[in-house]
């Protein structure tokens, strides 16, 4: 069930506000009543009509994308860059990312024009292990690295990693391979984390969202998630 306006944004015809009026001046049918209260909650097999016109219900897609680095975690991007959407254009239904990776990191995204779905799952109170590979300018000392799971401090927050350990090490290059969970989406938080303590990441990567991987996806590329991973990622959330 969904709010009546927020349905009727999201077939396009107008926006959630102008919804909300057309609402309230008795323009909007519901199973062939006139409806004014803004509170009114419909579901998918209810009839919407505005202004006499039925509305199409937009398809609800869901996509596992394998974001390249450089590509800016956006809709659109006011200097021009390439965004995540453009890997999309196919698809006439307006997709947004769910979260986001910085323009310099690459990795599993999830691609959806789902709100409640994106909502459930960055919902801080959900904690969905992310997995991500980084390859550090610096090899940490493994005291260091236990701050992660006590929390290091930055600009405000208190930033946490679930797990963390050292894959391989170059002492010739001076660079550490680590393995790094997170149930926190704070805003370039791996690269804060590993700045703290002296150690810049070089390239990061998201590998899995909960139970997602990038098996078969080489970067730029996608595919559609299938319903029982859609349902598997609500059961993971909820």
Known sequence: ?????????????????????????????????VVTELGTKVSDQDEVKVEGVPIEKEKLLYFLFYKPRGVITSVSDDKKRK????????????????????????????????????????????QINKEYIVKTEGIPSKEKLQLFKKGIRSEGDILKAKYVKVMSTDPKKKTAIIKIVLHQGKNRQIRRMFEAIGTPVQKLKREKFGFLTLDGLNAGEHRELTPQEVAELKKLAK
């Open 1 to 33: 069930m969904e709010r009546l306006q927020k349905v009727i944004a999201k077939s396009g015809i107008t926006s959630r506000r102008k919804a909300e009026k057309m609402i309230v001046d008795g323009l909007v049918e519901v199973n062939g009543k």
């Open 83 to 126: 965004t995540v959407t453009d890997f999309f254009e196919e698809y006439e239904e307006r997709l947004y990312p769910v979260g986001r990776l910085d323009y310099d990191t690459s990795g599993l995204l999830i691609m959806t024009n789902d709100g409640d779905f994106t909502n459930l799952l960055l919902h801080p109170s959900h």
